[in-house]
């Protein structure tokens, strides 16, 4: 059985009764795991403490004397003992977190903070004290302010070696405690949200894009990425994993996809935005290049494998890492599409429209449980059957809202019966 592993963060959520009190722990595979998630910026707080330097995140909330930030946060760095606690009450198999490249290295390379490194390693030892999994993402966007000022961050291929030295540091020093490694977040929805946006991090206000740039910087920025994320994983085979049996995979934003109608436009336009949406980090993982469709469509705006680039590429990834909030039926007709606004000429590229299934909007996410379904056999189908972490899914709640949330019960109920369905 291929190993799946369900974590919610943000646990929140599409009404379907269907599969309340159907399963119990036992009804999943032994090596199937139950945890929560988070990130270190979502998380931790202590954004100035013990040496941590600032993070593109901390110096774009701070704009504008905002206190919209995570400068206390969940206060996680001082509260891990409270909340690892929490977890294994609830029973938590395990917990996924990210290592705040700025709080570990501060100068982003060099010299690494003892109060930073202290902290990483209590946290992981508390875990396994109580049982629990853990689970260390490398990168979750908080790219440490200095390498945003010398070089521009992902659209500079010299973001390829600091990365990579970046990783190094934290096999070698967590190594031995910690078996699971994504090493980018949601690397599609990063690169089209960050490069691609009219917006990036570490500038106050956000760095405004030309649409020349948004035209190649997304696909720029996905290059590097899966380059640094290659070349960490290719010196974890050869310098940890003999020793440490660990498995180190890339996280993507999956949207689940549906045609809209029967009609062939829409089977052809669905394929269009799964080679984009999907196929453009995993295809490389697997064969080594893009797919055709986006070589075609893009010409010299996407950026071109080596072939030493490609051997490296290709297989770097022992698991696909799954985020998902969203569930939409494409079509080749012009329709509303809420998701286009996120980045309209990425989605202009695709050449098809999205229309959200559910209650969903745009910022109020529907996960809708087939969607689920749909994407797990698709990467399945698609991609050589890779294993499968699902990291991230849910349905926001509005704050303040009852803690007799009957809607998010039943939503991780049917969620939890989607993936029962797509690994039995």
């Known amino acids: 059985m291929k190993p799946f592993s369900q974590f919610f963060v943000f646990v929140v959520t599409v009404s379907a009764t269907s599969y309340i009190d159907a399963f119990t722990r036992n009804d999943f595979p032994n090596d199937f795991l139950f945890g929560a998630a988070t990130s270190a910026y979502q998380w931790e707080g202590a954004f100035d403490e013990d040496g941590k330097s600032p993070s593109v995140w901390d110096t774009t909330s701070h704009c504008d004397?905002?206190?919209?930030?995570?400068?206390?946060?969940?206060?996680?760095?001082?509260?891990y003992k409270e909340d690892v606690m929490l977890m294994a009450e609830m029973g938590l198999e395990s917990f996924r977190f990210s290592i705040s490249?700025?709080?570990?290295?501060?100068?982003?390379?060099?010299?690494?903070?003892?109060?930073?490194?202290?902290?990483?390693?209590?946290?992981?030892?508390?875990?396994?004290?109580?049982?629990?999994?853990?689970?260390?993402?490398?990168?979750?966007?908080?790219?440490?302010?200095s390498l945003e000022d010398e070089y521009g961050g992902w659209i500079n291929r010299k973001i390829i070696e600091d990365f990579t030295a970046f990783a190094d540091v934290c096999f070698r020093e967590f190594g031995e405690d910690v078996k699971l490694w994504t090493k980018i977040n949601e690397a599609t929805l990063f690169a089209i949200g960050s490069y691609g946006d009219g917006m990036r991090y570490g500038h106050c206000p956000p760095m405004n894009y030309s649409t020349a740039n948004v035209c190649t910087e997304t696909y720029?920025?996905?290059?590097?990425?899966?380059?640094?994320?290659?070349?960490?994983?290719?010196?974890?085979?050869?310098?940890?994993?003999?020793?440490?049996?660990?498995?180190?995979?890339?996280?993507?934003?999956?949207?689940?996809?549906?045609?809209?109608t029967d009609s062939k436009d829409d089977e052809t336009a669905t394929e269009?935005?799964?080679?984009?949406?999907?196929?453009?980090m995993l295809k490389p993982l697997v064969v080594g290049d893009y797919p055709d469709i986006m070589k075609r469509t893009l010409g010299?705006?996407?950026?071109?494998?080596?072939?030493?680039?490609?051997?490296?590429?290709?297989?770097?990834?022992?698991?696909?890492?799954?985020?998902?909030?969203?569930?939409?039926?494409?079509?080749?007709?012009?329709?509303?599409?809420?998701?286009?606004?996120?980045?309209?000429?990425f989605f202009a590229d695709i050449g098809a429209y999205l229309i959200a299934a559910g209650n969903a909007s745009l910022f109020e996410f529907d996960a809708v449980p087939?969607?689920?379904?749909?994407?797990?056999?698709h990467i399945k189908q698609s991609y050589n059957n890779p294993p499968i972490y699902i990291l991230e899914n849910g349905k926001p709640m509005k704050h303040g809202s009852t803690l007799q949330d009957t809607p998010r019960a039943e939503f991780i109920q049917a969620y939890i019966g989607a993936v029962h369905n797509a690994i039995t």
């Not at 004397?65 to 509260?79: E, L, P, T, V």
């Not at 087939?370 to 056999?377: D, F, R, Y």
């Open 370 to 377: 087939w969607g689920l379904e749909g994407i797990l056999q």
């Open 65 to 79: 004397s905002g206190s919209n930030n995570g400068d206390i946060a969940c206060d996680g760095y001082h509260k």
């Open 101 to 145: 490249w700025s709080r570990l290295i501060p100068n982003g390379r060099g010299r690494i903070n003892p109060k930073g490194l202290l902290f990483y390693k209590n946290l992981i030892k508390e875990l396994r004290s109580h049982g629990i999994e853990p689970q260390v993402t490398l990168y979750h966007y908080d790219l440490p302010q």
């Open 300 to 345: 010299s705006r996407l950026p071109v494998f080596s072939e030493e680039e490609s051997k490296q590429v290709k297989g770097s990834s022992d698991f696909v890492g799954v985020v998902h909030y969203n569930t939409f039926y494409v079509t080749n007709r012009p329709a509303p599409s809420l998701v286009t606004s996120i980045n309209k000429l």
């Open 272 to 280: 269009r935005a799964e080679a984009f949406l999907f196929g453009w």
């Open 220 to 260: 720029i920025a996905g290059h590097n990425m899966l380059l640094a994320h290659s070349s960490a994983s290719n010196l974890y085979k050869l310098k940890y994993k003999t020793k440490q049996r660990g498995s180190v995979g890339l996280s993507i934003y999956a949207y689940g996809l549906s045609p809209y």
